[in-house]
Nanobody, 130 residues
């Protein structure tokens, strides 16, 4: 059974940083693509970032334009965990952040399609406010 548990959310001032964690169980994380999504009140869910499954010893990372240069996704195989390092946070980054898993490879045209992910975590709240 694919299970994901997010953690690391909280309240941070504009310009601050947070690191979200997505702990995986029931599967080996580098055999799967892991995506981060967020949903703000009254808004649609949007893809934030994705790290693909490893193929030919290579994984790819994708980012939404709104977070490029500020967020970084990474994977720790020893801990079976994917991280989302978020820097220079702004109030518009306020949302519930979810990680999701899919066994398929992801590409630039598909990584942010939430409907194609198999399993989701429960979410963690990120609030950016002074």
């Amino acid at each position: 059974q694919l299970q994901l548990v997010e953690s690391g959310g909280g309240l941070v001032q504009p310009g601050g940083s947070l690191r979200l964690s997505c702990a995986a169980s029931g599967f080996t994380s580098d055999d799967y693509s892991i995506g981060w999504f967020r949903q703000a009140p009254g808004k649609e869910r949007e893809g934030v970032s994705c790290i693909t499954r490893v193929e030919r010893r290579t994984a790819f990372a994708y980012y939404a334009e709104s977070v490029k240069g500020r967020f970084a996704i990474s994977r720790d195989n020893a801990k079976n965990t994917v991280y989302l390092q978020m820097n220079s946070l702004q109030p518009e980054d306020t949302a519930v952040y979810y990680c999701a898993v899919d066994r398929r490879m992801k590409y630039s045209t598909t990584w942010n399609m939430g409907g194609q992910y198999e399993s989701w975590g429960q979410g963690t709240q990120v609030t950016v406010s002074s």
